[in-house]
């Protein structure tokens, strides 16, 4: 694939200004977006976010903290419902995981874009945490960065799993705030691969778990 089919089409760059908007006036009413180190958030080159998962609110937190559009992993139940939510993950360029597993063809996927500068985000636990605690992170953040050397910046999500809690595609009025806050970005260091590995899962722990 070139590096412009793996682009986001034109029609979404064009929408997004939009979209933006209109999600900040959705959790304006459900509960304010705070962010905190936007200004951290590499605008341009081989981007790999790592974020904790606690509601199906949280990619578009995500997208929103973020001043970069972001190719999403998004669990394979979204793409199987037929419904407009699938259609609008795939406009978005969203790529389908299975969750709770390895998923090679994802893992495929997120390093062509990432081989092709473009920005990433996935969510290492792989299910959404239904008590707010981090969950045991899968390893392939890690591959994806190591081999492609993108930057790696975590984003903490904290306040979703009250607007719309794990089980539950409802909105829940006044359960905000929403926060999203920013780690400064790495690039995965050189070395013995065990220890680094090592190292890197202990500081997305230390960066993912909840305040």
């Known amino acids: 694939m070139s590096k412009e089919s793996l682009a986001h089409p034109l029609s979404v760059r064009l929408a997004f200004p939009f979209i933006r908007a209109a999600l900040k006036l959705l959790l304006l009413f459900l509960g304010p977006l705070r962010t905190s180190g936007r200004q951290r958030v590499p605008r341009e080159g081989a981007l790999l976010i790592i974020a904790n998962h606690l509601s199906y609110l949280d990619p578009p937190a995500v997208q929103l903290a973020s001043p970069r559009l972001i190719h999403f992993m998004a669990g394979i139940e979204l793409f199987e419902r037929g419904d407009r939510i699938t259609q609008f993950v795939k406009w978005w360029r969203a790529f389908p995981v299975k969750r709770g597993a390895s998923d ?66 409802k909105f829940q009025k006044g359960k905000g705030p929403v926060t999203v806050k920013w780690s400064e970005p790495i690039t995965i260091p050189e070395g013995d691969e065990q220890e680094i590995a090592q190292a890197m899962e202990a500081w997305a722990i230390e960066q993912l778990s909840p305040r």
């Open 104 to 169: 090679r063809r994802a893992l495929a996927h997120a390093l062509m874009l990432l081989k092709a500068g473009e920005c990433v985000c996935l969510f290492p636990e792989g299910n959404l945490s239904e008590d707010g605690q981090l969950l045991p992170l899968q390893p392939g953040w890690f591959m994806l960065a190591r081999k492609t050397g993108a930057r790696v910046i975590a984003a903490r999500v904290d306040g979703t799993q009250y607007v719309v809690p794990p089980g539950i595609e």
